[in-house]
């Protein structure tokens, strides 16, 4: 005998079908305010942030800059005669030296041999000259007793005019040797440090040759280069601080701001005299600024100011609670303060933190203790 089997899909069909019936009457009171309607969703607030305004304070003005430090003025020693062979180098690079002091000596003795002989030509020139003389006053004694003719005279006048010219001409040769041996003494002009050498013993030197190159009073000066606006802005006498490479510190004044600016760069020189063993050494290039006193200066925390492209922003907090972007162009900066030099106003309502993750329009919450400081001068 089969089995029969009994299938239940009408029953099912049924409950489904109610389950169905159940659902529309309930979205219907739903639609017509019953108390279990759904209320709107609102925009949730993805971070909470702080706010500041700027403050106006009283900052230092400087003028940043780089340049080379040179020497205040060079000295170049070389001899003032030539044909002569250096004898002797007394002083080597870095020694310090005093005005007068002897630096190199050329050899004399050539020089000495000519004096000898133009001091043996004014002692025969001198005789020669006496004895003239001495003829034409015997000449003029006898002028008016007949001995002697008028033409006669005058030779004797002639002939002591003569001798008188060729013993000045001998003095005036002894006393160019003499000249020339005392520049065999190669000295120095004024105080300094001797920066270079480059004569070398036993060379025979044509005037001019440079010996030595000395930093005149070992003054160095730092010698940045600036262009036209912050040129407008520098006095002479204004403080300088400067970097080394070395990581040490200089400290100088401005001793002269240049008159022109470069045709090519469109950028003048200053000149700032350097303090006395700062440290320094001619021909480094260092970083510095000089102090121009105090200006006002518009200033935000530097948490503040996002960096994109190069570029600074801020995020200004607006109505409803959203923020907006807004470029800035920054100045100096102290501690942990940053100048704003356009872009915000007193009255902008800055966001502090989180700058990185807020986007345009986005929605954000004030902290509890994010309300805005009063301004006030330091």
């Not at 009408?10 to 529309?24: C, E, K, N, S």
């Not at 002692?123 to 000259?129: I, K, L, N, T, V």
């Not at 060379?203 to 010698?223: C, D, H, K, P, S």
């Amino acid at each position: 005998m089969k089995n029969k089997t009994f299938s239940n899909k009408p029953g099912i069909g049924i409950a489904l079908l109610a389950a169905l019936v159940f659902l529309t009457a309930l979205s219907g009171c739903r639609k017509d305010g019953a108390p279990g309607a759904a209320a709107p969703a609102q925009e949730a607030s993805l971070l909470t942030v702080q706010v500041v305004q700027a403050q106006t304070q009283k900052w230092p003005q400087t003028v940043q800059a780089n340049g080379a430090i040179e020497a205040w003025q060079d000295i170049i020693v070389s001899p003032e005669t030539g044909g002569l062979r250096i004898a002797e180098l007394k002083v080597d690079v870095g020694a310090k030296v005093k005005r007068g002091d002897l630096l190199a000596r050329l050899a004399d003795d050539t020089v000495r041999a000519e004096m000898r002989k133009q001091e043996a030509a004014v002692a025969q020139s001198r005789a020669s000259f006496e004895q003239a003389a001495s003829n034409y006053r015997r000449a003029k004694a006898a002028e008016g007793s007949g001995a002697l003719s008028e033409q006669q005279i005058e030779e004797y006048r002639i002939n002591e005019a003569t001798a008188k010219a060729t013993l000045d001409a001998a003095m005036a040769e002894l006393d160019s040797i003499r000249l020339k041996l005392s520049q065999t003494r190669i000295t120095a002009v004024d105080d300094g440090v001797v920066a270079s050498k480059s004569g070398v013993l036993g060379n025979v030197v044509v005037a001019g040759t440079e010996l030595y190159r000395l930093i005149r009073q070992g003054r160095l000066e730092w010698r940045p280069e600036v262009d036209a606006r912050q040129l407008a802005a520098i006095h002479v006498g204004d403080k300088a601080s400067l970097t080394l490479p070395d990581g040490g510190q200089a400290e100088g004044a401005v001793r002269l701001v240049g008159p022109v600016l470069s045709d090519g760069t469109g950028r003048a020189t200053v000149y700032v005299t350097l303090s006395q063993n700062s440290g320094a050494r001619r021909g480094m290039f260092a970083s510095g600024s000089m102090s121009l006193g105090e200006s006002e200066a518009l200033t935000l925390p530097q948490q503040a100011i996002t960096r994109r492209d190069g570029r600074g922003y801020v995020w200004l907090l607006g109505k409803e609670g959203r923020v907006a972007s807004r470029a800035v162009e920054t100045g100096r900066s102290q501690g942990d303060r940053i100048e704003v030099v356009t872009g915000v106003g007193t009255d902008d309502r800055v966001v502090l933190n989180g700058g990185a993750f807020l986007a345009e329009g986005a929605k954000v919450t004030l902290s509890e203790d994010g309300k805005t400081p009063q301004r006030k001068q330091p």
